[in-house]
């Protein structure tokens, strides 16, 4: 995606985003509100955007605390357009890749972490959160955007089946763990596939990949949960 497309302009409208904010998952406007709350971050700070993509949701919670930013993602053409895309904005951030269990960061390194959207798939998850918790100084913040099973999910793709966040976190031996529900996040998810799921795609692969996950998640809809995960690394006592 590395240009602008339809798909992009459908996610900018069913979630409330500006333009200059590229998404590459669904965190909405104001679901980002609440992560940027939840991260606590000061000036100064280090953030560790992992599984960033083409870096906006990054790029703007650094905006709006002025904490420096660090982010990671598998993909080295998601980390190109990432770079490229700071430099569009006039933003200083560092984009690198790296995998979510082996991000290439410091030991203690990291103020707050924020993954949207991103951490099922970690292989394997256990990693991911351990990778984490080695990352963050003591008294760092992690914040985590996914979707969890309910308790009646036949048909789930193994990645979203197996995603516990409370259970990966606290295995990782992080303190203060919270993990809440966000319906209200889902709605806005509805509206977005079932456009995906309703329009004609014609020739265009980007649409015929929207189109086709749109169909996808809403077969599994009500087997999954929306949620938001906070916890903190254990502080020196």
């Known amino acids: 995606m590395a240009e602008t497309t339809d798909v992009d302009r459908a996610h900018w409208r069913h979630l409330g985003l500006p333009p200059e904010l590229l998404s590459s998952s669904l965190l909405s406007w104001a679901g980002l509100a609440e992560v940027v709350d939840e991260l606590a971050l000061r000036p100064g700070d280090v953030l560790a955007d992992l599984a960033c993509g083409r870096g906006g949701y990054g790029l703007e919670i650094a905006r709006r605390t002025e904490a420096r930013l ?3 993602d598998f993909s080295a053409e998601a980390i190109r357009q990432a770079r490229a895309h700071a430099d569009d904005l006039g933003r200083t951030a560092e984009f690198r890749v790296g995998d979510l269990a082996a991000t290439g960061l410091e030991s203690q390194s990291i103020t707050a972490a924020v993954c949207v959207d991103a951490i ?38 193994e990645r979203l089946a197996d995603v516990d966040l409370r259970a990966g976190l606290a295995a990782a031996g992080f303190v203060d763990i919270e993990v ?50 906070t916890a903190t690394t254990r502080a020196p006592s």
């Open 70 to 72: 660090i982010g990671v």
């Open 180 to 229: 809440v529900d966000r319906p209200e996040w889902r709605q806005t998810e509805r509206a977005l596939w079932d456009e995906a799921a309703a329009l004609d795609p014609g020739d265009d692969p980007a649409l015929q990949s929207f189109h086709d996950e749109g169909v996808r998640v809403l077969q599994i809809w009500d087997q999954v949960r929306r949620v938001r995960a």
């Open 120 to 157: 099922q798939f970690a292989e394997p998850p256990a990693a991911a959160y351990a990778e984490l918790a080695r990352i963050l100084v003591p008294g760092g913040r992690a914040v985590l955007t996914c979707w969890e099973p309910t308790d009646h999910a036949p048909d789930l793709p």
